[in-house]
Structures are given as structure tokens and as C-alpha cells.
Nanobody
Framework: QVQLVESGGGLVQPGGSLRLSCAAS????????MRWYRQAPGKERELVAT???????TYADSVKGRFTISRDNANNTVYLQMNSLKPEDTAVYYC????????WGKGTLVTVSL
């Protein structure tokens, strides 16, 4: 059974940092491209960052230079380091893995506010 469990969300002031984690089980983690998505209130879910099996990464334009995705294959965990956070980064952040179907975690809420 595939499980993706996100953690690390919370309330942070603008300009602050958070590090999200996603622990995966039930998949051969090292061969999977892992993704972080986010969904803000009233908006569609959007792709934030990806990291492939060869550790290559891609980012949404809105987070380039501020967010960094990384992975630890020994611990089946993917991370999202978020710096210089802005109020518009407020969203529920989801971890994703894809094979024949999409697997999602339950998400972790990030709120950027004074």
C-alpha cells in the first residue's frame, strides 16, 4: 500500500523559511520522480517542483530561486526547502508520486502571514 505523509507546514511570517518533508512507503522510491504540488484557497492545484530519479529538478516560475526540492533515497523522503516566503505561497502542499495512477499525501498547510 502506497503512503505519502507530508509534514513541516505551519505559520510563518513573510520572508521566513520552512522545510517540508514527505515520507514515502510502498513504492520503489529511488526510481520515482517525486513532485510537490500546492493548492491555495479557491484555486486549482498547481505543480511547484519535481525531482527525478537522476536528481534533476524543475520548478514553477513563481518559486524559482526561493524553493529547493531534494530527496534522500536512503530514507525514502523528499523535501521542499522554502525560503523568502510570500503571502501568495499560502496553500496546502501535497506530495505526489505517479506510476499507473497518481498517489497523493493528505497535505500540509503553509500559511504565510504577519
Amino acid at each position: 500500500q502506497v503512503q505519502l505523509v507530508e509534514s513541516g507546514g505551519g505559520l510563518v511570517q513573510p520572508g521566513g523559511s520552512l522545510r517540508l518533508s514527505c515520507a514515502a512507503s510502498g513504492i520503489i522510491f529511488s526510481i520515482r520522480t517525486m513532485r510537490w504540488y500546492r493548492q491555495a484557497p479557491g484555486k486549482e492545484r498547481e505543480l511547484v517542483a519535481t525531482i527525478s530519479r537522476d536528481f534533476s529538478t524543475t520548478y514553477a516560475d513563481s518559486v524559482k530561486g526561493r524553493f529547493t526540492i531534494s530527496r534522500d533515497n536512503a530514507n525514502n523522503t523528499v523535501y521542499l526547502q522554502m525560503n523568502s516566503l510570500k503571502p501568495e505561497d499560502t496553500a496546502v502542499y501535497y506530495c505526489n508520486s505517479r506510476s499507473d495512477v497518481d498517489y497523493w499525501g493528505k497535505g500540509t498547510l503553509v500559511t504565510v502571514s504577519l
